[in-house]
């Protein structure tokens, strides 16, 4: 898996929750609400709601879930 997509995934998360104030519902929201919009449209409640599911107590890192995002999502696929 391209690591520049995990980095800028990871990267995206302590942009919009650095300080780790959001609720995981929020962070999934603040993720989705800087991704293209035909994302949006298409994937983003998903992607929502999988990141509040995986991460239901935010003690995962940015770095960890950067990848699972990255991976459920297929996120890497332009760089295949």
């Given amino acids: 898996m391209p690591h520049n997509v995990i ?3 990871a990267g995206l998360i302590r942009q919009v929750d650095g300080d780790n104030r959001l609720s995981p519902t929020e962070l ?4 989705v609400a800087k991704m293209p919009p035909s994302f949006q449209d298409n994937r983003g409640r998903d992607m929502a709601d ?4 995986i991460n239901p107590d935010k ?3 940015a770095g960890r879930l950067a990848e699972l995002i990255v991976a459920e999502f297929d996120l890497d696929e332009a760089d295949r």
């Fill in 7 to 9: 980095a800028a995934m």
């Fill in 28 to 31: 999934g929201e603040a993720i």
């Fill in 50 to 53: 999988y990141i509040s599911w």
């Fill in 59 to 61: 003690q995962m890192g």
